[in-house]
T-cell receptor, first 114, second 115 residues
Framework: GNSVTQMEGPVTLSEEAFLTINCTYTATGYPSLFWYVQYPGEGLQLLLKATKADDKGSNKGFEATYRKETTSFHLEKGSVQVSDSAVYFCALNPKAQGAQKLVFGQGTRLTINP | GAGVSQTPSNKVTEKGKYVELRCDPISGHTALYWYRQSLGQGPEFLIYFQGTGAADDSGLPNDRFFAVRPEGSVSTLKIQRTERGDSAVYLC?????????????FGPGTRLTVL
């Protein structure tokens, strides 16, 4: 089946630290991969995506590379800010015929201290 | 432009009652999705509409759950004989055409509490 496993949180870092949130997936085909973010008091919003192997998604200083060989899509940022504090969700769309659902990981809560 | 809207934002009901949750997608989006998010978990897929028809309802947990989208725009998720285990945040999302690379835009959710 299709599933996503994320690094367990919560993660607490100091401002300007390097961030990695690990995400690995299991899928029967070649899914599209997504990172969504949920800021405090707000709804889920797309952070970045990659639709095929070796694609790199990037947005707001965050990056993630679709690695088919390791079935991973780790989220990275070189220098985090307090405003990056949020819950981050890795997700896949399995690209199965007639099924366009997103399969989410459990989420990783990130807190950045000034 | 306007995003996905959901009403009500909060709903408290008693066990055994019937509830309806409404989703208003982004104008022009043909695909609409419902998810359920329990505390501390990621959203779980419930149902996907392409236009007026339910293209995939494999995530509906049982026959107490039903959803409609009669005119291909607004959707209503209906839950009969609610149980305490139905308490969760119900999320609606829409996308322009429903493809596997298409971005899904989420609403703020309806928090359902069953007492």
């Amino acid at each position: 089946g299709n599933s996503v496993t994320q690094m367990e949180g919560p993660v607490t870092l100091s401002e300007e630290a390097f961030l990695t949130i690990n995400c690995t997936y299991t899928a029967t085909g070649y899914p599209s991969l997504f990172w969504y973010v949920q800021y405090p008091g707000e709804g889920l919003q797309l952070l970045l995506k990659a639709t095929k192997a070796d694609d790199k998604g990037s947005n707001k200083g965050f990056e993630a590379t679709y690695r088919k060989e390791t079935t991973s899509f780790h989220l990275e940022k070189g220098s985090v800010q307090v405003s990056d504090s949020a819950v981050y969700f890795c997700a896949l769309n399995p690209k199965a015929q007639g099924a366009q659902k997103l399969v989410f990981g459990q989420g990783t809560r990130l807190t950045i201290n000034p | 432009g306007a995003g996905v809207s959901q009403t009500p934002s909060n709903k408290v009901t008693e066990k055994g009652k019937y509830v309806e949750l409404r989703c208003d997608p982004i104008s022009g989006h043909t695909a609409l999705y419902w998810y359920r998010q329990s505390l501390g978990q990621g959203p779980e897929f419930l149902i996907y509409f392409q236009g007026t028809g339910a293209a995939d309802d494999s995530g509906l947990p049982n026959d107490r759950f039903f959803a409609v989208r009669p005119e291909g725009s607004v959707s209503t998720l209906k839950i009969q004989r609610t149980e305490r285990g139905d308490s969760a945040v119900y999320l609606c999302a829409s996308s322009s055409y429903g493809g596997s690379t298409d971005t899904q835009y989420f609403g703020p959710g309806t928090r359902l509490t069953v007492l």
